[in-house]
């Protein structure tokens, strides 16, 4: 795993894109875990699991001891009048658990959220956005080239320089999920139909999750509404955008 330099940096403040999910906690605990004095960020677009996913990164954020840790910080970008009828925002014909991973692709995700995120790092002159992306994601809005440009872009906009880093960029969700098995995983969130608090069980993403738990050979101790049959495949190692 490539470690996050502070190389050129004149602090090791950083703002962390936090979703709830598996890859951002983690990221988010281990950047602290280096030293680094992490912003937890949360971008709410309007998608339908956000009140839940909003619930369980308190919950984790409560659990985690990190004296450097910044408190959670929630800023809002509404996507519905883009997206309209798109099921994360209708909640309608959510992809389910032998979909393919293109089937949760989100327009311009990170696209979004790397557009706020570097907004708000510019006024507080935070210089790292850290990303939770994992090796093999295949959206274009997740590439070397794209985060590149974006850093060019943005920084030369808001005359504030911006280094975007992915910590995780070589590693798969079961690797992700063994790094983070000391921390408190089962308080993470990755559901795109939930039921109540609960993740449904039955959706890609929490297909995608407890394939990963198998792979990583580490428990499970998420509460599942239903536990449908589940072929266990190998880890596709992708994350939709920042999970």
């Known amino acids: 795993m490539t470690a996050v330099s502070s190389t050129g940096l004149k602090n ?6 936090i ?18 004095e992490p912003t937890p960020l949360y971008v709410q677009a309007g998608l339908v699991w956000e009140g839940v996913e909003l ?4 919950r984790f954020l409560a659990r985690l001891n990190h004296s450097g840790l910044e408190p959670l910080k929630q800023l809002s970008l509404p996507v519905e009048d883009t997206y309209q009828s798109h099921w994360s925002t209708t909640g309608q014909a959510v992809p389910g658990a032998h979909s393919e991973d293109s089937a949760v692709y989100l327009p311009g995700r990170n696209l979004l959220l790397l557009s706020k995120a570097a907004v708000y790092c510019a006024l507080n002159r935070i210089g790292v956005i850290a990303l939770g992306l994992l090796k093999g994601n295949p959206f274009p809005d997740a590439t070397p080239t794209f985060l590149r440009g974006f850093e060019q872009v943005a920084g030369g906009a808001l005359s504030h320089p911006l280094k975007i880093v992915t910590p995780f960029s070589k590693l798969s969700k079961a690797e992700v999920i063994d790094l983070g098995k000391h921390l408190p995983l089962e308080s993470t969130f990755s559901c ?4 109540g608090e609960m993740h449904c069980g039955g959706c890609n993403k929490c297909a995608e999750r407890r394939r990963s738990f198998a792979k990583a050979g580490v428990k499970d101790r998420t509460d599942y509404h239903r536990l449908p049959g589940l072929e266990i495949q190998p880890d596709s190692s992708v994350a939709n955008h920042s999970e």
């Open 12 to 17: 090791r403040r950083a703002c962390v894109l």
């Open 192 to 195: 795109i139909r939930p039921v």
């Open 55 to 58: 619930l369980w990164i308190r």
């Open 19 to 36: 979703s709830g999910g598996l890859d951002s906690c983690v990221l988010l605990a281990h950047l602290a875990e280096q030293g680094w």
